[in-house]
């Protein structure tokens, strides 16, 4: 049991830092999820990823405004001028008065709960995935094609000259903190339904053990070891009991 103890602990750790880098790729990616997926429910954004997104892009351009602006004011530093059109600046205005718009929707969606069917789904992929190489397969949009559009788009824009090197940063940390987020999301709906086989296949052999009738082969999946032959059956109940109360659902961190 002290195992046990050991690797739920562990599995707490895993939870915990897959819920930190989650959150952080939310808040970096953000500004380009809600170009992607216009059509996203009132609850898929938690408050504080809305929160410190919008914060991110009202003082980060900022922050790079007054670094540029700094080191121009140096003597006998020849600095050329940024070269692109839009910079990230001109970004952030585009993404509040995106925002605004989904303020609107999300609020009437509020209102009037029936114009939406579950308000953590993220909506539909833009139309073109769809002629795309298995752009149909929905976690292979989100995990691969979304970023893939995002990463090309920050390369392309500012060989164009169109982006400024600082949105061009932005668009390609933006990629990859969107596939780092859709990536935890498919783990973890795989491993929810990799629980749910584990606890079915591990059920008949938690019930031979309860009986003293399991081989070897057969506790070693679940990491078990027979009891001892001349151990009480009350002993060997109660314990059996314990063990099995570990791999039912409510003690399964889903």
């Excluded at 970096?28 to 809305?50: K, S």
């Excluded at 308000?119 to 989100?142: C, D, H, T």
């Excluded at 063990?243 to 003690?251: K, V």
């Amino acid at each position: 049991m002290f195992g046990a103890s050991e690797e739920m602990r562990v599995e707490h750790l895993q939870n915990n830092a897959m819920e930190f880098v989650h959150t952080l790729c939310s808040i970096i990616a953000q500004p380009v999820e809600i170009i992607l997926r216009p059509w996203y429910g009132t609850r898929y954004f938690e408050v504080p990823v809305t929160f410190f997104s919008a914060a991110m892009m009202l003082i980060l351009p900022g922050i790079i405004m007054l670094f540029t602006n700094f080191m121009h004011m140096i003597p006998l530093l020849n600095i050329p001028a940024t070269p692109g059109m839009f910079g990230l600046g001109d970004y952030a205005r585009v993404y509040f008065l995106i925002m605004a718009f989904h303020g609107f929707r999300l609020w009437r969606r509020m209102l009037y709960m029936e114009r939406e069917l579950h308000s953590e789904f993220e909506g539909p992929a833009l139309p073109f995935f769809q002629i795309l190489p298995k752009g149909k397969s929905f976690w292979f949009v989100r995990v691969i094609l979304e970023p893939s559009l995002i990463l090309i788009a920050g390369i392309v824009l500012q060989d164009l000259f169109i982006a400024q090197p600082d949105l061009a940063l932005y668009l390609k940390l933006a990629a990859l903190a969107l596939m780092l987020k859709q990536f935890i999301a498919w783990f973890r709906a795989w491993e929810y339904i990799r629980r749910l086989l584990d606890m079915r296949i591990a059920g008949p052999t938690i019930a031979k053990f309860v009986d003293n009738q399991a081989t070897e082969d057969e506790l070693a999946p679940l990491h078990l070891a027979s009891f001892p032959k001349n151990l009480p059956p009350e002993i060997r109940q109660a314990a059996a009991v314990q063990i099995a109360r570990s791999y039912s659902p409510e003690n399964q961190n889903f």
